[in-house]
């Protein structure tokens, strides 16, 4: 089944501990992309990655890393999570740029 | 940079009637994707619908059609016959459709649909 999977789904942490979420597609798809989302405020994109090796900033890219070393994966690191990065966190991919964008189920982040 | 706007936070409709949800963007490219997806409560984002903004023809899905008026930069989307379960919510989002830079989703703030039985 085509999919793209986020672990951990729901996360609650500290502030200053490092965590990372994984996100992982199995469409071969060259695109991947971080989104947040919070109230009010829609989605908005946090890193992309056009390709392995390829990474770029978004919007809101404050506080995250990404890598992108293998073309299926491409986690999400918080190196010192801080309360304001609580939100919930989609990750995307898509085989172009342009083509439609398949979104993993979501992590919810709870930093206290 | 582009900017998609949602003015109404909230609707409600009833089963089986037909309800259309407004969208309208800022951009000055003349090559773009326009689209829209549903967030059911379990939080999944789902593609409903999407537009080629090269395409004059609106693009349609079953219950659900866009009225893309490119002059105009909106982009609504209607859902005939509505069921329980579009009780979701909505959100439009643009996409350049050019290659190179900072190309990406931009989401509006989303508005949420209730279907009443």
């Known amino acids: 089944e085509a999919q793209v999977t986020q672990n951990p789904r729901y996360l609650i942490t500290v502030t200053g501990k490092k965590l990372t979420v994984t996100c992982s597609q199995n469409?071969?798809?060259?695109?991947m992309s971080w989104y947040r989302q919070d109230p009010g405020l829609g989605l908005r994109q946090i890193y992309y990655?056009?390709?392995?090796?390829?990474?770029d900033k978004g919007d809101v890219p404050e506080g995250y890393k990404v890598s992108r070393k293998e073309k299926r994966n491409f986690p999400l690191i918080l190196e010192s999570p801080s309360p304001n990065q609580t939100s919930l966190y989609f990750c995307?991919?898509?085989?172009?740029?342009?083509?439609?964008?398949?979104f993993g189920p979501g992590t919810r982040l709870t930093v206290l | 940079a582009q900017t998609v706007t949602q003015s109404q936070p909230e609707m409600s409709v009833q089963e089986a009637e037909t309800v259309t949800l407004s969208c309208t963007y800022d951009?000055?490219?003349?090559?773009?994707?326009l689209f829209w997806y549903k967030q059911p409560p379990s939080r999944q984002m789902i593609l409903v619908i999407r537009?080629?903004?090269?395409?004059?023809q609106n693009a349609t899905e079953n219950r659900f059609s866009v009225n893309f008026q490119k002059a105009a930069k909106s982009f609504s989307l209607k859902i005939s016959d509505s069921q329980l379960g579009d009780t979701a919510m909505y959100f439009c989002?643009?996409?350049?459709?050019?290659?190179?830079?900072?190309?990406?989703?931009?989401f509006g703030k989303g508005m949420k649909l209730t279907v009443n039985p």
């Open positions: 995307a991919s898509g085989r172009e740029m342009n083509n439609e964008q398949f």
């Open positions: 469409m071969n798809h060259e695109y």
């Open positions: 990655s056009m390709n392995v090796e390829v990474t």
């Open positions: 951009t000055s490219e003349s090559n773009y994707y």
């Open positions: 537009q080629e903004a090269y395409k004059q």
């Open positions: 989002a643009f996409m350049n459709g050019g290659k190179g830079g900072s190309e990406k989703l931009v």
